[in-house]
Antibody
Framework: EVQLLESGGGFVQPGGSLRLSCAASGFTFTSHAMSWVRQAPGKGLEWVSAMTGDGTTFYADSVKGRFTISRDISKNTLYLQMNSLRADDTAFYYC???????????????WGQGTLVAVSS | QSALTQPASVSGSPGQSITISCTGTSSDVGGYDYVSWYQQHPGKAPKLMIYDVTTRPSGVSNRFSASKTGNTASLTISGLQAEDEADYYCCSYRSGRTLGVFGGGTKLTVL
């Protein structure tokens, strides 16, 4: 059974940093792309970033240059380093195992339970 | 470019059928068979219900079906049940983008 468990969310001031983690189990981590999708409270869904199985990374324009996706294969863990955080980054961040081609990800097959990031002064 | 367009809300009575639309352009919904649908209950993570326009993942009820005509994809739920009350989101590949684009979401109320 595919399981995705996020951690690392919390409250942070504007301009601050936070690192989210996603512990994955139930599948071969290196064989699958992984991604992050966020949802502002009461709002819709937005793809944030993805990493394909071969390590290619994708970012939404809204986070490019501020967020970095990475993984630790030895720990079956996905990360999202978030720097220069802004109020509009406030959202639930979901770890997702997507279905991706070599050049894009547009289907979210499995979802974690989400972790809340709140950016406020 | 904006998100895909969905109605803000739809409603139906138990046993009835409802359809949720998702309108895009020839650069996304109309141009590719990469439309997926997600169900999200309050306080829960979304769940994949349909992918590649019409395909149901294993375990999803056959009361859920989907189709596409031109630039509009549609999700139909037949035999409406109370447990179907949730938010529904569509998502599509969009040409030139590396990440998919979601619709704004539709709140389904079972009367």
């Amino acid at each position: 059974e595919v399981q995705l468990l996020e951690s690392g969310g919390g409250f942070v001031q504007p301009g601050g940093s936070l690192r989210l983690s996603c512990a994955a189990s139930g599948f071969t981590f290196t064989s699958h792309a992984m991604s992050w999708v966020r949802q502002a409270p009461g709002k819709g869904l937005e793809w944030v970033s993805a990493m394909t199985g071969d390590g290619t990374t994708f970012y939404a324009d809204s986070v490019k240059g501020r967020f970095t996706i990475s993984r630790d294969i030895s720990k079956n863990t996905l990360y999202l380093q978030m720097n220069s955080l802004r109020a509009d980054d406030t959202a639930f961040y979901y770890c997702v195992r997507p279905h991706c081609s070599a050049t894009s990800c547009s289907r979210a097959d499995y979802w974690g339970q989400g972790t809340l990031v709140a950016v406020s002064s | 470019q904006s998100a895909l367009t969905q109605p803000a809300s739809v409603s139906g009575s138990p046993g009835q059928s409802i359809t949720i639309s998702c309108t895009g352009t020839s650069s996304d919904v109309g141009g590719y068979d990469y439309v997926s649908w997600y169900q999200q209950h309050p306080g829960k993570a979304p769940k994949l219900m349909i992918y590649d326009v019409t395909t149901r993942p294993s375990g999803v009820s056959n009361r859920f079906s989907a189709s596409k005509t031109g630039n509009t994809a549609s999700l139909t739920i037949s035999g409406l049940q109370a447990e179907d009350e949730a938010d529904y989101y569509c998502c599509s590949y969009r040409s030139g983008r590396t990440l998919g684009v979601f619709g704004g979401g539709t709140k389904l109320t079972v009367l």
